[in-house]
């Protein structure tokens, strides 16, 4: 991930935590997921409270692993357009 001003190492870290935040995801959750992505990017605690309560869930644990999994798609995100606009200078 290129993230030009941002410590490598930590986006290492958060690239990890979302990988094990999505391994503790049903696919149907996932795919539940990624709709509410497209919707809303930047959920707040209280978004988190709301999914989990609709999936009968009550645990810290799991409003931590939905934050990481939501900042982890935006960084994925971001990394997309990085890699365009790279390709793009390259071409030029």
């Not at 290129?2 to 999505?22: I, S, V």
Request: aromatic share 16%; with cysteine.
């Amino acid at each position: 991930m290129a993230f030009y001003g941002l410590n490598p190492d930590l986006l290492a870290q958060c690239a990890t935590k979302f990988a094990q935040a999505e391994q503790k995801f049903t696919n149907e959750q996932l795919e539940y997921l990624r709709q509410y992505y497209t919707v809303n990017k930047y959920p707040l605690s209280h978004d988190f409270q709301a999914i989990a309560k609709q999936w009968n869930i009550d645990d810290f644990h799991f409003n931590i692993s939905l934050d990481y999994w939501f900042l982890g798609r935006r960084m994925a995100e971001q990394e997309i357009v990085e890699r365009r606009d790279q390709g793009r200078i390259a071409a030029a």
